[in-house]
């Protein structure tokens, strides 16, 4: 088993030892399922899709099972090429120029140049790197193995800073100021100032959380554990409320006006209203939905159970 893969199973047994009100939540949610509103589009990938991310005309897919990632064109979801990487790749994100990739088994990110794919670098980080994210100069990894963070500089990967977080590191996300990083093995996530990386709080949300997103002003959190997303207010970690979403909710993104959660046990994305945290729907994807992104016009969803990306 690939040890991006173990610490994923990690995380799910600690969920299940919290699944109490959070089992209930699951069943609510898929109940609510509504199969006729889904006209998500589906297309093939490599293995164990796990990140995704556009980089304004293309789509990312990290492929944790083959060790690739596969380029396709968001218009049509053509494929345009895979790219090896390192072991058990995970995470993504985009800097403008380039894409990062975090290599689970390797405990590399690496740098591919999105107009070709070319690889152009790998840089050592943490043990078992799962998130990452770009803060507009800087790369900064989720360690899940290692309890910190580490931060690149996107020009040419040097690091510039290793920093300790809590326990499971897995999402993060950049508010355009701070650093937010889920610690999957706790109830918290923490925030880091982006410049130096001090730390400027940690703020209890749900069991196991997992992935980060940010809307503007708040921060959002999926809680594997108890099938819920939490708001947080950014500027000071304010709670400002938990909603019930399906069972393992895993990715988040925002799409200027919604936040959108997959619900890794129930096959589905959630559909929230960023202003209240109400559900306006509830569609299906394909088999263990994990990375969720938005494109300005689509929202792209990978799916690590059935080999594929559903654009919505």
């Not at 099972?65 to 995470?91: D, M, R």
């Not at 940690?202 to 921060?219: Q, S, W």
């Amino acid at each position: 088993m690939k040890r991006s893969t173990i610490g994923i199973v990690a995380v799910m047994f600690l969920m299940f030892a919290n699944l109490t009100e959070g089992q209930k939540q699951v069943q609510d949610s898929a109940a609510r399922v509504d199969v006729s509103a889904s006209q998500a589009q589906s297309f093939a990938v490599g293995s164990l899709p796990a990140g995704v991310v556009s980089d304004g005309t293309n789509i990312w897919v990290t492929n944790e099972g083959s060790n690739t990632v596969t380029k396709l064109q968001a218009s049509n979801g053509n494929t345009l090429g895979t790219f090896e990487v390192g072991g058990s790749p995970f995470g993504v994100t985009f800097d403008g120029k380039n894409v990062w990739v975090s290599n689970g088994a390797s405990n590399t990110v690496t740098k591919l140049r999105a107009i070709d794919g070319a690889r152009l670098g790998t840089f050592r980080v943490g043990v078992n790197p799962s998130g990452v994210t770009f803060d507009g100069t800087s790369i900064w990894v989720a360690n899940f193995g290692s309890n910190n963070v580490t931060k690149l500089r996107a020009s040419d990967g040097a690091r510039l800073g290793t920093f300790s977080v809590g326990f499971r590191p897995a999402g993060l996300a950049f508010d355009g100021v701070n650093i937010w990083v889920a610690n999957s093995g706790f109830l918290t996530v923490t925030k880091l100032r982006a410049s130096d990386g001090t730390i400027l709080g940690t703020f209890e949300v749900g069991h196991n959380p997992f992935a980060v997103a940010f809307d503007g002003a708040n921060i959002w959190v999926t809680n594997q554990g108890s099938a819920t997303v939490t708001k947080l207010r950014a500027k000071d970690g304010m709670i400002l409320g938990t909603f019930g979403v399906g069972g393992l909710p895993s990715g988040v993104a925002f799409d200027g006006m919604n936040i959108w959660v997959s619900n890794r046990f129930n096959n589905t994305v959630s559909e929230l209203r960023a202003s209240d945290g109400s559900t306006r729907g509830t569609f299906n994807v394909g088999g263990q939905p994990i990375g969720i992104t938005f494109d300005g016009s689509d929202i792209w969803v990978a799916n690590s159970g059935s080999n594929t990306v559903s654009k919505l």
